[in-house]
């Protein structure tokens, strides 16, 4: 293959992912002694057929041939989920693998604009997600943002989570815009780029407030007049997570009916919403559909309640119920732990995990999905502690748990580690491991 042809290899795939594709690049890197080739091919036989551990040592030897020893990267083209938050350690990784589909940016220790001109200090045709983390005051500077859009041309997913990072229109090239909170842009200025928006607003006090002002409030302060292209609204990520006081008052379907209020989905074809929680949500959910002929409303997930059969509706989506519970029914503070395998302080967290497989379950190879599957089942038996106060223990399949480990990419990464401590016990076929339930606060 010639440079010309690996060149436009490399186009089409920065332009549009396609696994097929990737494969004849990586071939054609092989060839030309490149090790990203191999990685490039070894990650996409995992997501196809799952890992060994071949295959992982394999794709160890070959990040270390490519980057050097004790170097990390998701996939052959950098680390999807490179977080940096100094100025020295963002530059090192991009100078060493500029090859990145995906950056996750916190200004801990620099400020967003610096970090963001050090992103932007080699092109960055691959990178198609960004996710920009602000605790500072000071918001990004629109110089700042416009120096990365010249070295980033298929960036087209931006994520926000912070007060007033930026002004709008952040990135001209953005469609799909994630928002943790309703005050993450400054202003109100219209982004016409932007034909998909997932906002999390159930950290903000108006959620929760009793009435209907605070909602009414809320819908208002979403600003979706400013999104005028918007053909999907995701509020998913709005399922209020766990609450002694009041586990189930907290639903997201009275904040719809004062969006609807406002005259914003009338134009809005698809909706997703978090599960049904009750007979008030569903009456809710038929009665938008009836306002809204246009609308198809998906239900992101299910678990304990169902609908009637006599309601159903030809527009509302609701999918098969989820083998684990909610985070609502989960406290935060829920992990576990696996002897024999000691890794200090660190311990699987349940809340993480939930929110994890609802991302990544439904991509999963079914052996994963039945190796979660079980293991849920597993901890509805399993409870913390006996009736004379001492800890519960039980053996669970150790292959089973390395399967379900393996599969699932969490916030902090606690599987994976428990996964490669698992691998290194080189337990026999058969062999069970203990799990037990450990509350980290």
Known sequence: ?????????????????????????????????????????????????????????RRKAQVAAWLGENAWCDDGFGCTRNVASELKDITQRIQRAPYLRSVVIYDHHASLDALLQALASVPL????????????????????LEVLAAVAPHLDELA?????????????????????????LIGAAAMPQVTELDVELWRD??????????????????????FPSLARLDLAR???????QAPDDYSCFPLLRALAATGALARIPWLRTPALRGDADHAIALELLAQH??????????????????????????????PWPSQREVPVRSDLLVSPIDLGDSSIGLFRCIAALEEQFDAMLPAAQDAWRALWRFLDGLE?????????????????????????????????????????LQLPAGATVGIRRYWTG
């Open 205 to 226: 006090p108006r959620f929760t407030e009793r009435g209907e002002r605070g909602l009414r409030q809320l819908a208002a302060a979403m600003k979706l007049e400013r």
């Open 125 to 144: 045709p691959w990178l198609r997600r960004l996710t920009l983390h602000k605790n500072k005051r000071k918001p990004i500077s629109p110089a700042a």
């Open 293 to 322: 002929p246009g609308l198809e409303l998906h239900i992101a997930r299910t678990y304990d309640y169902a609908p009637p059969a006599s309601a159903a509706h030809p527009r509302l989506h609701i999918p098969a119920r989820r």
């Open 238 to 244: 709005n399922e209020y997570p766990y609450s002694v």
């Open 384 to 424: 913390w502690a006996a009736d004379d106060g001492d800890e519960i223990e039980m053996p669970f399949d150790a292959a089973t748990l390395l399967t379900a480990l393996d599969a699932l990419d969490d916030e902090l990464g606690s599987c994976e580690r428990f996964a490669e401590a698992l691998r290194q």
């Open 1 to 57: 293959m010639t440079a010309r042809d690996l060149g436009e290899l490399e186009v089409a795939l920065q332009a549009r992912w396609d696994d097929d594709t990737a494969a004849v690049y990586a071939d054609a890197l092989i060839a030309r002694g490149d090790p990203r080739g191999e990685l490039i091919a070894i990650d996409l036989h995992i997501a196809r057929h799952g890992k060994t551990d071949e295959l992982v040592r």
């Open 160 to 184: 926000l989570d912070g007060d007033r990072i930026c002004e709008a229109p952040p990135l001209p090239g953005v469609r799909t815009l994630r928002l943790t909170g309703c005050r993450a």
